[in-house]
Every structure is written in structure tokens, then in C-alpha cells.
């Protein structure tokens, strides 16, 4: 069996007996694969530290053929993003996330990008990056990453700018200009505002706390992600209430 030495983050974690778990992770170059870890439940004598998620490791991996789980043979702490076992909104976000990550990725070095993805939201989160913000970025990251990324900047349908009441379509695959909103009568209420701020969240690297979001456009591209979200997979991401719960506790 092959050995692979890589970096990972857990997406889920699963108890398997009384000393080990199967999990979920996603790695750079891999993409998200499940594995076996061996007294990963508790500390161990030799100081390796128990098995968490939302956690960033470097691991080794013993590879096994298509459809078995592979090995877990070695694990260290890379970051633990501390913060967010003391901030319920962050915590829950980073989990939505991890959620989005988990259905949307396969064992395919091609969903490797969604690492980095979840990996830039957790290290901005540990500098206390506007939670929303920070999370909204993730989400355009891993829609370009797995090819669900909406069109913002102008008209799916048409191509043209945007102009009048404008909507979000994700049968069509993004806005939709006043022209165009009978194309898709499903389609949602986004104002022209926040689909130019979902097209500065998918166009750069620079840190989410420079744009400025007002209350009812952060809720339209909440919406936006959520409906574009539900639309490939089938079904909402179920941990979004709770990241609603706790924005609201905090507020």
C-alpha cells in the first residue's frame, strides 16, 4: 500500500469503536478522502493528540484500492483555530462551510482547491474577520472550485449588464437582468448592490473586513448562496439554521 504525506482538514468525524473514529477529510492534493484513524478518540501515550474537526494536520495516509478506507497512520496539529470553541457564530459558520465542503467534494485531486478554500475561511476567522463576510467568500470559493459558481457581475441569460429589478437564478446560472427575470419565474429578488458585492467576494484575495455590507444585503446573498447551494445538491445544507441561530444571539 502506498504512503502520502499531506496537509488535511477534518470534515467529520465518526466513532467507529472505543479508541477509533472514521473521518472525513480534504486534503490539497487529493481532494476529500475517508479514512480509518486508530486510537484517534483519546491522547495517546506518545503524545499525539485526539482526532477534531475543523482541525488543519499533517498527515500520512496509507492508500488503499477505490471503495476501502484508507489509513490514517500518523497525525500532528498543523492549526487549531482556537476561536472558534469560544465563538458559538464563528463556530457554526466554519461548520456550514465544512458541510458545503463534505457533499460537494469527492476523492478527486480536482476538488483539491476546496481545502484551500476552507483553510483561508478558518485562518480568518482566527484573525476575527467579519463572520459573514469571511464565510461568504468560502462559499464563492468552493461553487468556482466544484463548477457551481454563479454569475454576478453581469446577465446569465443575456449577457448584458445589469439593469433594472434584477433576480438570482440557479437554473439559469446567476442574475438575471429586468429584461430577462421572465426567463426563470423562480427566480429570487437580488438587488444589483449585493450581486456586485458577490462578484468583489469571488474576484479577490484581499481581506472580506474591506467591504462593507449593509443588513438586507448581507440576507439577499445569504439567500443567493443557499438557493445556488440547494439547487446542485438537492436538498439545503442543514447546518445553516444554526449559523442563523447563532448570528442572531450574538446580534
Known amino acids: 500500500m502506498p504512503y502520502v504525506r499531506t496537509r ?13 473514529q472514521v473521518a472525513a477529510v480534504i486534503a490539497p ?21 485526539a482526532l477534531d474537526v475543523l482541525t488543519h494536520y499533517d498527515v500520512v495516509l496509507s492508500m488503499r484500492r477505490s471503495g476501502h478506507l484508507h489509513l490514517l497512520t500518523e497525525w500532528s496539529v498543523r492549526e487549531a483555530f482556537p476561536i472558534l470553541r469560544s465563538d458559538p457564530a464563528r463556530f457554526w459558520a466554519a461548520w456550514h462551510a465544512a458541510e ?22 478558518l485562518r480568518a476567522f482566527q484573525r476575527e474577520e467579519e463572520t459573514w463576510l469571511a464565510l461568504f467568500r468560502c462559499l464563492a470559493d468552493i461553487l468556482k472550485a466544484t463548477g457551481h459558481e454563479p454569475r454576478t457581475d453581469r446577465c446569465a441569460h443575456c449577457g448584458k449588464s445589469l439593469c433594472g429589478p434584477t433576480r438570482f437564478s440557479p437554473r439559469i446560472g ?5 429584461d430577462c427575470v421572465a426567463a426563470d419565474p423562480a427566480a429570487i429578488p437580488v438587488t444589483r448592490g449585493a450581486f456586485a458585492a458577490m462578484s468583489r467576494l469571488a474576484g479577490t484575495d484581499a481581506p472580506a473586513a474591506r467591504l462593507k455590507l449593509g443588513r438586507g444585503q448581507r440576507a439577499e446573498i445569504q439567500r443567493a448562496f443557499a438557493e445556488q447551494i440547494q439547487y446542485y445538491l438537492g436538498r439545503p445544507l442543514r447546518t445553516l439554521r444554526f449559523v442563523r441561530e447563532a448570528e442572531a444571539a450574538k446580534s
Open 8 to 20: 488535511a482538514i477534518v470534515l467529520r468525524c465518526t466513532a467507529y469503536s472505543d479508541s477509533s
Open 174 to 178: 446567476g442574475a438575471l437582468c429586468g
Open 100 to 121: 458545503a465542503a463534505l457533499v460537494s467534494t469527492s476523492e478527486n485531486p480536482d476538488d483539491g482547491p476546496v481545502h484551500g478554500a476552507l483553510l483561508k475561511l
Open 29 to 49: 492534493d487529493l481532494g476529500q478522502v475517508h479514512v480509518l484513524a486508530k486510537g484517534s478518540r483519546k491522547p495517546r501515550k506518545d503524545g499525539r493528540t
